[in-house]
């Protein structure tokens, strides 16, 4: 097996030596270019030209956006590290493939780079495919969707995670909309200043820890800290899925529970359009409902908001690992559907269409919901008794697998407007 190599290092004089030191071809690696920054790598990778690259710590620009686009490109990655433990730490932090000292030998550089690239699988030169969702530790994550047109899926969010909080368990919510956050207006949050954005940064840098994210997100309330979203929808592309996959990975350590607000589209109409690694505008929101323990599936309640959640429902991204969706109808009320019960005619068209009947029905109660927007608060703060709080405590209790959720009657949890 031979190995063809790039190099991209800091030190022109200790690449000079390793690029001689890896010529002697019983090391089984052939070194085929020597780039001189990490443009010039990035652009060697993605032409196919060697299936390792081999670089230095201090390398200008590195970062994990950086190492995800040769690992796309089927390049495995080799980081040279001096004897340090923060440096070697950001290294792993970046998605390196293997970390050895910057002093090593070549025979041991070269005996890294063979291990990596058998750990990468498949040569450089194959057709570059998107990351699958990522392998979460520690907590869950739960990712609450809805279809185009305003179902209320940010509502349903901020609320679950209260109620969550409320059952006791530390709680993060996530605003990673990137066609309309609205978390932070929700709760009463200036939104100057993007909590997900920065967390983001510093997960593309390898900085991203538990105490730095707990240091960006806004604390709400007892057990329950916010990252609020981007400030408009053009700053979509800050939001990288190979930042967020770090993201997502420190907030399943920091807390039990993480909500996550994604976008209405799931397509990846991106594939298509370009035959290179694409920016993808909804990778934020395919990639977290892919690597979810949970998705919580928002429909408005009437014919358009059914109809729109039907055809998107069917779309939505599964994962082996994960439960079935948990369905949820908000502002549910006999004025949209005609007559007799809504309850029961949603039910029913939601079992023809779309083979689901379970779904968790929200009645529509604007008085509660003005006044939780007005006063920057939660629906189990300013109306603990309505019947659409009892709605949400039910999610969040079946989310949480409580044994002790309370299903209210009927008559209570629908509460019929004219």
Avoid at 402 to 416: H, Q, Y
């Amino acid at each position: 097996m031979n190995v063809t190599v790039l190099t991209a290092i800091g030190d022109a004089r200790r690449e000079a030596e390793l690029a001689a030191g890896l010529h002697d071809i019983d090391l089984g690696v052939t070194v085929v270019r020597r780039c001189v920054d990490i443009a010039d790598l990035l652009a060697a990778g993605a032409a196919g030209l060697a299936q390792a690259a081999v670089l230095s710590a201090d390398l200008r620009r590195l970062d994990r956006a950086a190492v995800q686009r040769l690992r796309d490109a089927g390049v495995a990655v080799v980081a040279l590290t001096p004897d340090d433990i923060g440096a070697r730490d950001r290294m792993r932090r970046l998605g390196i493939d293997a970390v050895i000292a910057d002093s090593a030998p070549a025979a041991g550089v070269a005996a890294a780079v063979v291990s990596a690239v058998s750990g990468v699988g498949g040569p450089a030169g194959t057709a570059p495919v998107y990351p699958q969702g990522p392998t979460l530790a520690g907590g869950r994550l739960l990712a609450v969707w809805g279809a185009a047109g305003a179902p209320g899926r940010s509502v349903v969010a901020v609320n679950l995670a209260a109620e969550l909080a409320a059952l006791g368990h530390s709680t993060l919510c996530i605003d990673l909309d990137t066609y309309g956050a609205a978390l932070a207006q929700l709760v009463g949050l200036l939104d100057e200043g993007s909590g997900v954005a920065a967390a983001c940064r510093a997960a593309n840098v390898g900085s991203l820890d538990a105490a730095a994210l707990r240091r960006l997100a806004v604390e709400i309330r007892p057990r329950l800290r916010m990252l609020t979203g981007i400030t408009g929808p053009h700053r979509w592309p800050e939001l990288r899925p190979a930042s967020i996959e770090v993201l997502l990975e420190r907030a399943k350590q920091a807390f039990e529970y993480v909500v996550a607000d994604v976008g209405f589209c799931v397509e990846q109409d991106e594939a298509l359009s370009y035959d290179t690694i694409a920016p993808r505008r909804n990778g934020a929101a395919v990639d977290v409902i892919a690597a979810a323990d949970c998705v919580v599936a928002v429909a408005a309640a009437d014919p358009v908001g059914i109809a729109r959640f039907v055809r998107g429902f069917a779309d939505l991204p599964q994962s082996a690992e994960a439960s079935p969706p948990i369905t949820v109808i908000n502002r549910v009320r006999r004025a949209a559907v005609g007559r007799g019960d809504p309850a029961q005619q949603i039910a029913l068209a939601l079992g023809r269409y779309a083979d689901i009947d379970d779904a968790i029905m929200i009645a529509d109660d604007p008085a509660t919901a003005d006044a939780a927007v007005a006063s920057g608060r939660t629906w189990c703060e300013v109306a603990p008794t309505s019947a659409a709080r009892l709605a949400i405590r039910n999610l969040a209790t079946r989310v949480a697998g409580d044994a002790a959720a309370v299903k209210p009657r009927r008559r209570r949890l629908l509460p019929i407007r004219a």
